[in-house]
């Protein structure tokens, strides 16, 4: 049972470059969500999906866009990268929101040059 | 921001003692929730007590919810060297529950 899985784990992008962080979880999960964390700052809710086809704006939304076609897989995708988004990446599932405990996949660090 | 804090950020202790560590959090919660993180790693999910809870064990863990002070705090017992790691609680705050607020987290070092 592999759980949450990040890839890739390590990027590092030239300013104004594009990319996708791809996020799937085996576990049938139907809450999803994308978190960036920054040193001194915690965890903060970038975009997150209660389903799949559904996608809703968390804390700090702009500079990134998300899809949830298939209800194992979330992207996150980045259409012109800033320094600004340097960052590292977490993904996590849940059963049912914030009533259960989420599942952390194992983050992917992007620098962005 | 609904963000809650930890308190202290960091704490060091030696290999046996006990560590506490408290959250305050801004609304009204349905649940609380306390996360560890190793260093490079992701969140692994400790333990979950619920707003009509008031205290919580599971192994070498106790978590206490004072809602009326919008407080939490985890208490680890005989510490091992293992522990060692960052803690975050973490809130489904405002009425919303499709979502958890994380703090800012409390660093904890258990020298051996």
């Known amino acids: 049972n592999a759980g949450v899985t990040q890839t890739p784990k390590f990027r590092v992008l030239k300013t104004g470059q594009s990319m996708t962080l791809l996020c799937a979880q085996d576990?049938?999960?139907?809450?999803m969500y994308w978190y960036r964390q920054d040193p001194g700052m915690g965890l903060r809710l970038i975009h997150y999906?209660?389903?799949?086809?559904?996608?809703a704006k968390g804390e700090v939304p702009d500079g990134y866009n998300v899809s949830r076609l298939k209800k194992q897989n979330f992207l996150l995708g980045l259409e012109s990268a800033a320094p600004s988004q340097t960052s590292v990446y977490f993904c996590?599932?849940?059963?049912?929101?914030?009533?259960?405990?989420?599942?952390f996949g194992s983050g992917t660090r992007l620098t962005v040059v | 921001s609904q963000q809650g804090e930890e308190d202290p950020q960091a704490l060091s202790i030696q290999e046996g003692e006990n560590a506490t560590m408290n959250c305050s959090y801004k609304?009204?919660?349905?649940?609380l929730q306390w996360y560890r993180q190793n260093s490079g790693r992701g969140l692994v999910h400790l333990i979950l007590i619920r707003s009509n809870e008031r205290e919580k064990h599971s192994g070498r863990l106790r978590v206490t919810l004072d809602t009326s002070k919008k407080s939490s705090s985890l208490l680890i017992t005989a510490s091992r060297a293992a522990d060692t790691a960052s803690y975050f609680c973490?809130?489904?705050?405002?009425?919303?529950?499709?979502?958890?607020?994380f703090g800012t987290g409390t660093l904890l070092a258990v020298q051996p």
């Open positions: 973490a809130n489904a705050g405002g009425g919303a529950t499709n979502k958890l607020i």
């Open positions: 996590a599932s849940s059963l049912q929101g914030g009533n259960y405990g989420y599942t």
């Open positions: 576990m049938n999960h139907e809450y």
């Open positions: 609304t009204s919660i349905n649940n």
């Open positions: 999906s209660v389903g799949e086809g559904t996608t």
